[in-house]
């Protein structure tokens, strides 16, 4: 599978993003998907996941309850709703994709796929 996200920018402090993985090739609903971040000088971090069925989902603590993850299989994409943002979610965002057992996978190494990234700014 190819994956292609989009949907970075610059904004402020507050405000709301709302991040695209396209998927092309194989059947999308038949991949687990997750977010990853990385901002200049740290390493990869987690931000969230989703089942291929969509019916888990797992976030890390610095972005549970700001921001959303969801996919549409019909459309073979996943999106990520990203409110009250933060300076500190300044960061290139990734999504990834593996086929294992239906689940949420927080762990880098469980995916096989990555997109080249989309970059998110937030200023003060």
């Known amino acids: 599978v190819q994956l292609q996200a989009s949907g970075g920018g610059l904004v402020q402090t507050g405000d709301s993003l709302r991040l695209s993985c396209a998927a092309s090739?194989?059947?999308?609903?038949?991949?687990?998907m997750g977010w990853f971040r990385q901002a200049p000088g740290k390493s990869r971090e987690f931000v969230a996941t989703i089942a291929r069925s969509g019916d888990s989902t797992y976030y890390a603590d610095s972005v549970r309850g700001r921001f959303a993850i969801s996919r549409d299989n019909n459309k073979n994409t996943m999106y990520l709703q990203m409110n009250s943002l933060k300076i500190e979610d300044t960061a290139v965002y990734f999504c990834a994709a593996n086929d294992r057992r239906d689940g949420a996978y927080a762990r880098a190494y469980s995916y096989d796929h990555w997109g080249q990234g989309t970059q998110v700014t937030v200023s003060s």
């Open positions: 090739g194989r059947s999308f609903r038949r991949y687990n």
